[in-house]
């Protein structure tokens, strides 16, 4: 074998390597700050059906808090999945952030997470269930900035 092709053998190879001998790590989230007053927080439903989030488009504060309701009330398991928004907003003492920013919920049962919503923007939301984004299974979470 001529000198070039082992020596990108070899580098395939070690890099192959590398990528198989590094180790996963949790989410990382943030706890939300203890004075945050959760008896306040904003009751969030969402029903999710066969291919629709019902509402498909949330509309949240930033630093107001909430707690996000989940319904299945599909014939199958749905799952709410919105990485970044997830990743951006800080838990409740006790909570865990939702591994790979999705949650999902068996048919006819319901999860709840309380979060204090990250910074403003747009944040994609979808099903990731074998092809229900492409049945439409897809919304938005808006966060705009804190009114105070």
Same mark, same amino acid.
């Given at each position: 074998?001529? !000198?070039?092709?082992?020596?990108?053998?070899?580098?395939?190879?070690?890099?192959?390597?590398?990528? !198989?001998?590094?180790?996963?790590?949790?989410?990382?989230?943030?706890? $939300?700050?203890?004075?945050?007053?959760?008896?306040? $927080?904003?009751?969030?439903?969402?029903?999710?059906?066969?291919? $629709?989030?019902?509402?498909?488009?949330?509309?949240?504060?930033?630093?107001?808090?909430?707690?996000?309701?989940?319904?299945?009330?599909?014939?199958?398991?749905?799952? =709410?999945?919105?990485?970044?928004?997830?990743? !951006?907003?800080?838990?409740?003492?006790?909570?865990?952030?939702?591994?790979?920013?999705?949650?999902?919920?068996?048919?006819?049962?319901?999860?709840?997470?309380? +979060?204090?919503?990250?910074?403003?923007?747009?944040?994609?939301?979808?099903?990731?269930? =074998?092809?229900?984004? +492409? =049945?439409?299974?897809?919304? !938005?979470?808006?966060?705009? $900035?804190?009114?105070?």
């Amino acid at each position: 074998m001529p !000198a070039a092709p082992r020596s990108f053998a070899l580098f395939t190879m070690l890099a192959l390597s590398a990528c !198989a001998t590094h180790t996963a790590t949790p989410d990382q989230f943030q706890i $939300a700050a203890s004075s945050v007053d959760w008896s306040k $927080a904003q009751n969030v439903t969402v029903k999710l059906t066969d291919f $629709a989030f019902t509402p498909s488009h949330l509309n949240l504060q930033s630093s107001q808090p909430v707690r996000l309701i989940l319904i299945n009330s599909g014939t199958d398991i749905h799952d =709410f999945s919105s990485p970044g928004f997830f990743a !951006a907003a800080a838990y409740r003492q006790g909570s865990t952030m939702p591994k790979g920013g999705r949650i999902a919920v068996a048919k006819d049962q319901s999860a709840e997470i309380d +979060l204090v919503p990250g910074g403003p923007g747009q944040y994609p939301l979808e099903c990731t269930e =074998f092809l229900h984004t +492409l =049945f439409g299974m897809t919304g !938005a979470i808006t966060v705009s $900035a804190d009114a105070h």
